[in-house]
């Protein structure tokens, strides 16, 4: 009997099993129908006490829902079957759920949760060889928050990363998906061509796959497209097709962002009143989805539409909100990677060791990733050298460099007090303050730039309301050793300002001379300091083929390993007086290898980090 009724429960699992992998199958071409079978799933696996079909059912369940337009709901099924899959230890479950979830995350705009559970995927998915498309496609939607941070250089080489992966597992979906995405990279980099070439393959996967949502998408890629070449008639006819299929599928989210690009098309074409509809229909639709992203871009194209009225009142208004949330987007897309940091940390604080070792990796990732390095520099300044050193996984020194409004090359060297986990997070908090007051602010003078920043390290480490706190006092020594060079190249002059980073200017006929930098780390606390901080800025007049270095304090402070003496700062000075920088690429292989030399191999005392560039 008993054997009998273990057939039968072993039957209805199987049932339960089919039933799930018939929902996820159909997930694209028939979403209805995929939520349907999910409810049947659960329903089942309910009554026969099956856990693990309850939890493939949920998720499901949730992924109907995000396919739909719909991620509150999504989310709380998903968040219902990772809870079954821990509870269960079945760690596919976990890592695709990670995955699913963090997606929605990304719908919401809640982008501090989507990059800790696209960080938590990852740690599982890279685990398992046949989840490599799972594992690229979080690598790709990483990728996507890059590009949200205007970081292109390292959108494009998560989601080319990303295709590679798709194509050696013929993952035609995931392909679709990078290929759409980086045509928009390339749209967003004014680089048409290559824009078009992806596009146009991503179409052509699209249509291979027969799956019409993916279709429209690539289709309303194609008008923004045409759009941006100012070809806003042929942009038109684009969006109409791809308005007629997610009509016909029902899919409201693609129809939402169909109608706010026909918004913007419209104006371009002088039809303020067809405009004025798509937005009707926009926010129509918005209700049902909850399309968070595209929220912030709607106050830029109720400007445009207020100012074709004549009302520019309005317009100014809607121009100020624009730039409100745009501000505000991008405060969050910086901030969610230190959340990511500080989980990390945590982790290892309460002695998580295996778990937060596979983190630190991650977070060594997500530090690489962030932070720039050879690639950036050598783009803002062609002739020029990079090296890091770091001591542990994950380091306090960084660089960062890009240009100024004002057409200016800046190039910043910095070392965080401390080192490994520490010293990482405040130079991860630095690096985005930096990016926020350059780029976003359009501050580009070294001594305002270094009088901001520790303005802003202040606000953020000393709250108010944690004034007297036992942990803020711990780390009231703690702070920023920086140096900030802005060029101006036409102009023949250097700006330069610097917090115990010094600058070294190397003129061919006078050599190496070095400009002292301020002593008051940027970001340390000091109760005497009443009034606000301000560095200044000197100004160096500069010729061409002139070298600029800045190094952090590795390299002097190196012990060697036969008597645990350090280099020391007058043994970096006469290496520089004795190797001048004719060709850069050699003199950084002899310091390199004056340093290997002297340390005998003895482990490294403290990160190392120099740049140098070639006006």
């Known amino acids: 009997m008993s054997e009998i009724l273990s057939a039968d429960i072993q039957r209805q699992r199987e049932a339960v099993d089919e039933l799930n992998q018939r929902a996820y199958e159909e997930r694209y071409n028939n979403t209805a129908l995929t939520l349907q079978l999910g409810l049947r799933a659960l329903e089942k696996a309910k009554a026969i006490r099956y856990p693990l079909g309850q939890a493939w059912a949920l998720r499901n369940i949730g992924i109907a829902y995000a396919i739909s337009g719909r991620p509150d709901a999504a989310q709380a099924y998903m968040q219902e079957a990772i809870a079954l899959f821990e509870r269960l230890e079945e760690l596919r479950g976990i890592g695709l759920s990670y995955a699913n979830l963090a997606t929605i995350y990304q719908q919401l705009a809640k982008l501090d949760k989507a990059i800790e559970f696209y960080s938590r995927a990852i740690r599982y998915l890279q685990l398992i060889p046949d989840l490599a ?87 309303l890629a194609q008008s923004q497209l045409l759009h941006a070449q100012g070809l806003s008639e042929e942009a038109m006819a684009k969006l109409k097709q791809a308005e007629q299929i997610s009509t016909a599928i029902q899919n409201a989210s693609i129809l939402a962002n169909v109608y706010l690009n026909m918004a913007d098309v419209q104006l371009a074409l002088g039809l303020v009143e067809k405009a004025e509809e798509n937005i009707a229909q926009y926010e129509s639709l918005s209700k049902q989805v909850k399309e968070g992203m595209n929220e912030y871009f709607l106050p830029q194209i109720l400007a445009k539409i207020a100012e074709a009225k004549g009302d520019y009142e309005a317009a100014y208004k809607h121009y100020k909100n624009y730039t409100a949330r745009y501000t505000a987007m991008h405060r969050t897309a910086t901030r969610n990677m230190l959340a990511s940091v500080d989980r990390i940390i945590r982790e290892e604080i309460l002695g998580m060791k295996k778990e937060a070792q596979a983190d630190l990796v991650v977070a060594s990732r997500i530090q690489e990733a962030l932070l720039h390095g050879r690639a950036e520099l050598q783009q803002v300044f062609p002739e020029s050298v990079y090296w890091s050193a770091p001591r542990s996984l994950v380091s306090g020194d960084f660089l960062w460099t890009g240009k100024g409004k004002d057409g200016s090359q800046i190039f910043i060297v910095a070392d965080a007090s401390g080192a490994g986990v520490s010293a990482a997070m405040l130079s991860t908090i630095a690096h985005t303050l930096l990016y926020e007051i350059i780029t976003m602010r359009g501050v580009t003078d070294p001594g305002k730039i270094l009088s901001q920043l520790h303005k802003s390290l202040l606000d953020l480490l000393y709250p108010p309301a944690k004034a007297t706190s036992a942990e803020l006092e711990a780390i009231q020594s703690e702070g920023l050793q920086i140096g900030i060079c802005t060029v101006y190249a036409a102009a023949g002059e250097v700006h330069y300002a610097g917090a115990k980073i010094p600058l070294w200017v190397y003129n061919p006929l006078l050599g190496w001379e070095q400009l002292t930098p301020d002593k008051r780390l940027v970001g340390q606390k000091i109760e005497s300091e009443k009034s606000p901080r301000l560095y200044t800025s000197t100004i160096i007049p500069v010729e061409k083929r002139w070298t600029l270095l800045f190094m952090t304090d590795g390299w002097e402070r190196q012990v060697r390993a036969s008597d645990g003496k350090r280099y020391g700062g007058s043994a970096v000075r006469d290496f520089l007086a004795k190797h001048p920088p004719q060709d850069l690429s050699d003199w950084l292989l002899t310091l390199q290898q004056e340093f290997d030399q002297w340390r005998e191999g003895a482990a490294l005392t403290d990160d190392v980090l120099l740049a140098a560039v070639r006006i």
């Open 133 to 219: 498309p799972f594992y690229a496609q979080s690598l790709a939607n990483l990728g996507s928050l890059f590009a949200e941070l205007e970081q292109y250089d390292l959108a494009l080489d998560y989601h080319q990363r990303a295709l590679e992966i798709h194509k050696q597992n013929n993952n035609l979906r995931g392909m679709f998906f990078s290929l759409l995405t980086l045509g928009a990279l390339y749209i967003e980099l004014k680089d048409y061509a290559k824009a078009e070439r992806y596009l146009t393959e991503s179409l052509d996967t699209a249509t291979e796959l027969g799956e019409e949502d993916l279709v429209a998408r690539a289709l």
